[in-house]
């Protein structure tokens, strides 16, 4: 199998991967939903679990969401969940973003913005960018190993093996 890391193969995988990692990007960035996709549920927190990255929770409309933290970098929108057994809140959701977990039965959706008493904790806008935020990575990762194949493909052209004055290498040098 030799070195392939350093090979032609190794570059063309750098390439793949970086154009993947574009793509990826791109499909995280069409599929957030349009604020008009968004529908809003209504209700006291009768649960709630809080895990890594996420804070899910159950209205007593019996609507099971996910809040992750993704898009709460301030954590204004789980604080306002947390206290939602206090007072009613509003929640902005996509029905087809689902996930399900094991300590809980059923489907949650995820949530993009929370409101208590008629006014949002974070507009959809900040949820937006911080979303944009986090999927930058992959696009900068993505613009990097292309970069970094495109690159090594260069190196490894039959012109640039040459010795000095342009003439092919002898055998004996390579």
């Known amino acids: 199998m ?6 032609q193969r190794g570059a063309y995988f750098f390439l793949l991967l970086g154009v ?8 995280l960035e069409f599929s957030f939903p349009r604020t008009e996709q968004l529908e809003v549920a209504r209700g006291r927190v009768v649960w709630q ?7 899910y929770f159950i209205l007593s409309d019996k ?10 970098a301030n954590g204004h929108q789980r604080e306002a969940v947390r206290d939602g057994a206090s007072y009613p809140i509003a929640v902005k959701f996509f029905r087809q973003h689902k996930t399900g977990i094991g300590f809980a039965p059923g489907e949650f959706y995820t949530a993009y ?5 008629g006014k949002e904790a974070v507009s959809i806008d ?8 986090d999927n930058l990575v992959a696009l900068v990762m993505g613009v990097a190993a292309v970069a970094a194949g495109a690159w090594r493909l260069k190196s490894l052209r039959p012109s640039s093996r040459r010795a000095a004055g342009g003439r092919p290498a002898s055998r004996r040098s390579r």
């Not at 030799?2 to 090979?7: I, M, Q, R, S, T």
């Not at 993947?20 to 499909?27: I, Q, T």
């Not at 900040?126 to 935020?133: E, F, G, I």
């Open 126 to 133: 900040d949820v937006r960018s911080a979303y944009r935020r």
């Open 63 to 72: 609507q099971q969401l996910v809040l992750y933290a993704k898009g709460d």
């Open 2 to 7: 030799g070195n392939w890391f350093a090979d």
């Open 113 to 117: 913005g929370v409101a208590v008493g």
């Open 20 to 27: 993947g990692l574009m793509m990826v990007f791109g499909a």
């Open 49 to 55: 679990q809080e895990t890594r990255g996420a804070l």
